[in-house]
């Protein structure tokens, strides 16, 4: 006898999912707080000469893992006795917590089977609400500490950049849909949104603004590259008068590594024109370095350009944008003109400008959301202002892309639809028996030339149909028209032909066997078929003449002489009864 579990309640299932999901944002939370925990308190055990004890190292632990969120820190403990704000949020510690959350709200959103699931929403605000919980205790944790979390930013980035994680979790554990929008957005937009159409033009350019953000990101990081090779002693002096033993040292390397993403995106902004601020006083742009930097000593900043005006080196990293832009317009292009579409299907001119002016909008406010982060206040006096200038560096990204990417695009997408030259795309259009009529100007050696070497010329129909396929030479004419000649010495000699001439023209061709194929369908083949079939069927066979094809009667009767088509019509054996194909 079976042992059935009883059936719980609807409100007591749907308790349960809550509580599964509030748990997995706990632990999600938990589980990034305490590996950077770890991390600096084994910094913090193996510094020679610590400042405070453990318990200062765990309050210091909960304050950069706030700040990874995006929460602004504040150093009571200065020289000059005024708190100096920490707004430079290290972007790869961004990844760690961003993603905990992420797949906290996912494995929460999931169907699973044996375990109740929460509605969407019910997982979003679950999730979301048990990480913020861990949040609000480490920053009432992190207040007695030498990094302060300022209150005002628990709500804003950090509650905003946990909402996003947790509903982009809940999003892909929906499959990523796109649409449909809630009953509360307006209907214009859900009518909009439901459109086949209209999904494909906004897929196709978040493609393209998330390539083109990319490309920027990598331009920028190289230019940060070539700026520490070229300074790479002044990086060197930097990073070993920071700290004198190997625990210092790793955790200045840590910290550099951190802020690896923010000097791409700063080298970005560089090349984008608007640049960046090195203090109040002081900007660095392609044009040259201007007012008097007040840089701190790390070896990241070695980058920085000298002062003074701009030389040919810097002039060059306008560079980066164009190809960003260029990027977008090939992103673009290759969903407005596919290379295996026919051109029917191609987007019209109107479409392609719209789709890439709508990419160069999204990759200017993906710049300038990135920028915003990338920088920030380290001080209260010069470094108030260090990095990059947002609402400068977006509209620049915005016009770097449109300005080239527009124009880009419309000339890719007429490369890509011309005549000449894409000899494999087929239109939809084209009439029935176009192919056949290109296979025919291709002339039975597959290489443009009758059977005497001579091209044939075009016939007097004005016959337009595609350029000949050069990567298929094999490909032969119309039905019929065959390069295996036949009889005993086509059969022998068969295959194709070498281009000017007959396999007999060249004197180093050594033709292949190939097994013959028409004796399949001559008449004494097919009654012996025939016959064949009847013993086996054991008078299961149909008491009626087969039928040939028209396609091989018109073979036979173009093939054969008139005394063989009278022979053909005899029938094949004593009963009356035809041969079958």
Same mark, same amino acid.
């Given at each position: 006898?079976?042992?059935?579990?009883?059936?719980?309640?609807?409100?007591?299932?749907?308790?349960?999912?809550?509580?599964?999901?509030?748990?997995?944002?706990?632990?999600?939370?938990?589980?990034?707080?305490?590996?950077?925990?770890?991390?600096?308190?084994?910094?913090?055990?193996?510094?020679?000469?610590?400042?405070?004890?453990?318990?200062?190292?765990?309050?210091?632990?909960?304050?950069?893992?706030?700040?990874?969120?995006?929460?602004?820190?504040?150093?009571?403990?200065?020289?000059?006795?005024?708190?100096?704000?920490?707004?430079?949020?290290?972007?790869?510690?961004?990844?760690?917590?961003?993603?905990?959350?992420?797949?906290?709200?996912?494995?929460?959103?999931?169907?699973?089977?044996?375990?109740?699931?929460?509605?969407?929403? +019910?997982?979003?605000?679950?999730?979301?609400?048990?990480? &913020?919980?861990?949040?609000?205790?480490?920053?009432?944790?992190?207040?007695?500490?030498?990094?302060?979390?300022?209150?005002?930013?628990?709500?804003?980035?950090?509650?905003?950049?946990?909402?996003?994680?947790?509903?982009?979790?809940?999003?892909?554990?929906?499959?990523?849909?796109?649409?449909?929008?809630?009953?509360?957005?307006?209907?214009?937009?859900?009518?909009?949104?439901?459109?086949?159409?209209?999904?494909?033009?906004?897929?196709?350019?978040?493609?393209?603004?998330?390539?083109?953000?990319?490309? &920027?990101?990598?331009?920028?990081?190289?230019?940060?590259?070539?700026?520490?090779?070229?300074?790479?002693?002044?990086?060197?002096?930097?990073?070993?008068?920071?700290?004198?033993?190997?625990?210092?040292?790793?955790?200045?390397?840590?910290?550099?590594?951190?802020?690896?993403?923010?000097?791409?995106?700063?080298?970005?902004?560089?090349?984008?024109?608007?640049?960046?601020?090195?203090?109040?006083?002081?900007?660095?742009?392609?044009?040259?370095?201007?007012?008097?930097?007040?840089?701190?000593?790390?070896?990241?900043?070695?980058?920085?350009? +000298?002062?003074?005006?701009?030389?040919?080196?810097?002039?060059?990293?306008?560079?980066?944008?164009?190809?960003?832009?260029?990027?977008?317009?090939?992103?673009?292009?290759?969903?407005?003109?596919?290379?295996?579409?026919?051109?029917?299907?191609?987007?019209?001119?109107?479409?392609?400008?719209?789709?890439?002016?709508?990419?160069?909008?999204?990759?200017?406010?993906?710049?300038?959301?990135?920028?915003?982060?990338?920088?920030?206040?380290?001080? *209260?006096?010069?470094?108030?202002?260090?990095?990059?200038?947002?609402?400068?560096?977006?509209?620049?990204?915005?016009?770097?892309?449109?300005?080239?990417?527009?124009?880009?695009?419309?000339?890719?997408?007429?490369?890509?639809?011309?005549?000449?030259?894409?000899?494999?795309?087929?239109?939809?259009?084209?009439?029935?028996?176009?192919?056949?009529?290109?296979?025919?100007?291709?002339?039975?050696?597959?290489?443009?030339?009758?059977?005497?070497?001579?091209?044939?010329?075009?016939?007097?129909?004005?016959?337009?149909?595609?350029?000949?396929?050069?990567?298929?030479?094999?490909?032969?004419?119309?039905?019929?028209?065959?390069?295996?000649?036949?009889?005993?010495?086509?059969?022998?000699?068969?295959?194709?032909?070498?281009?000017?001439?007959?396999?007999? +023209?060249?004197?180093?061709?050594?033709?292949?066997?190939?097994?013959?194929?028409?004796?399949?369908?001559?008449?004494?083949?097919?009654?012996?078929?025939?016959? *064949?079939?009847?013993?086996? *069927?054991?008078?299961?066979?149909?008491?009626?003449?087969?039928?040939?094809?028209?396609?091989?009667?018109?073979?036979?009767?173009?093939?054969?002489?008139?005394?063989?088509?009278?022979? +053909?019509?005899?029938?094949?054996?004593?009963?009356?009864?035809?041969?079958?194909?």
């Amino acid at each position: 006898m079976t042992e059935r579990s009883p059936m719980l309640p609807p409100e007591r299932t749907r308790t349960l999912a809550l509580a599964s999901a509030f748990l997995r944002g706990v632990a999600a939370a938990g589980l990034g707080l305490g590996s950077l925990a770890v991390l600096v308190t084994v910094l913090w055990i193996s510094s020679p000469f610590p400042d405070s004890g453990p318990g200062g190292a765990l309050r210091a632990a909960a304050a950069v893992w706030l700040l990874a969120h995006g929460a602004e820190l504040v150093r009571p403990d200065t020289l000059s006795g005024v708190p100096a704000p920490v707004g430079v949020v290290p972007l790869l510690l961004v990844v760690g917590p961003v993603w905990l959350a992420h797949r906290a709200a996912r494995d929460a959103a999931e169907p699973e089977e044996g375990r109740p699931r929460p509605s969407q929403a +019910d997982a979003f605000c679950a999730v979301t609400a048990g990480y &913020l919980l861990v949040a609000a205790g480490a920053a009432a944790y992190a207040r007695g500490g030498s990094l302060r979390v300022v209150p005002d930013t628990l709500a804003f980035p950090v509650a905003l950049v946990v909402a996003g994680a947790a509903a982009a979790g809940v999003w892909t554990a929906a499959g990523r849909p796109f649409g449909p929008l809630p009953s509360w957005s307006p209907l214009v937009l859900q009518e909009a949104v439901a459109r086949t159409l209209f999904r494909d033009r906004a897929e196709a350019a978040c493609r393209a603004a998330a390539v083109g953000t990319a490309v &920027l990101v990598g331009g920028g990081a190289l230019l940060v590259a070539v700026a520490l090779g070229r300074d790479v002693a002044a990086a060197q002096d930097a990073f070993l008068a920071l700290a004198g033993d190997w625990s210092g040292r790793v955790a200045v390397l840590l910290l550099a590594v951190s802020l690896v993403p923010n000097a791409a995106l700063w080298g970005a902004a560089y090349g984008l024109g608007p640049g960046f601020a090195l203090g109040t006083g002081a900007t660095a742009t392609p044009l040259g370095l201007t007012g008097s930097p007040a840089v701190p000593h790390f070896p990241l900043l070695a980058a920085v350009p +000298d002062q003074g005006p701009a030389t040919t080196l810097n002039w060059a990293a306008p560079a980066v944008p164009a190809v960003a832009a260029l990027a977008v317009a090939w992103c673009a292009v290759r969903r407005a003109a596919p290379a295996d579409a026919p051109r029917a299907q191609a987007w019209s001119p109107r479409e392609t400008a719209l789709v890439t002016g709508l990419a160069a909008l999204g990759c200017g406010a993906g710049t300038a959301l990135l920028t915003a982060v990338a920088g920030g206040p380290l001080g *209260s006096g010069a470094l108030a202002a260090f990095g990059p200038v947002w609402w400068l560096t977006g509209p620049a990204a915005l016009v770097w892309t449109a300005a080239i990417g527009v124009p880009a695009a419309l000339l890719l997408r007429l490369w890509r639809l011309r005549e000449r030259g894409w000899a494999w795309r087929r239109d939809v259009d084209a009439p029935e028996g176009a192919e056949d009529a290109e296979d025919v100007r291709e002339g039975a050696d597959g290489n443009g030339a009758d059977e005497n070497g001579a091209v044939p010329e075009a016939d007097e129909a004005g016959e337009t149909g595609k350029p000949r396929r050069w990567w298929a030479p094999w490909r032969t004419g119309a039905p019929g028209d065959s390069t295996v000649q036949e009889g005993p010495a086509g059969s022998a000699a068969g295959g194709t032909a070498p281009a000017g001439g007959t396999p007999a +023209d060249d004197p180093g061709f050594e033709p292949y066997d190939f097994l013959p194929t028409d004796p399949w369908h001559e008449n004494e083949t097919r009654e012996a078929r025939w016959a *064949s079939l009847k013993r086996g *069927s054991g008078g299961l066979m149909a008491d009626f003449p087969a039928r040939v094809p028209a396609a091989l009667r018109s073979e036979e009767t173009s093939g054969q002489p008139t005394e063989a088509k009278a022979a +053909d019509a005899k029938p094949a054996d004593a009963d009356g009864r035809g041969a079958t194909p």
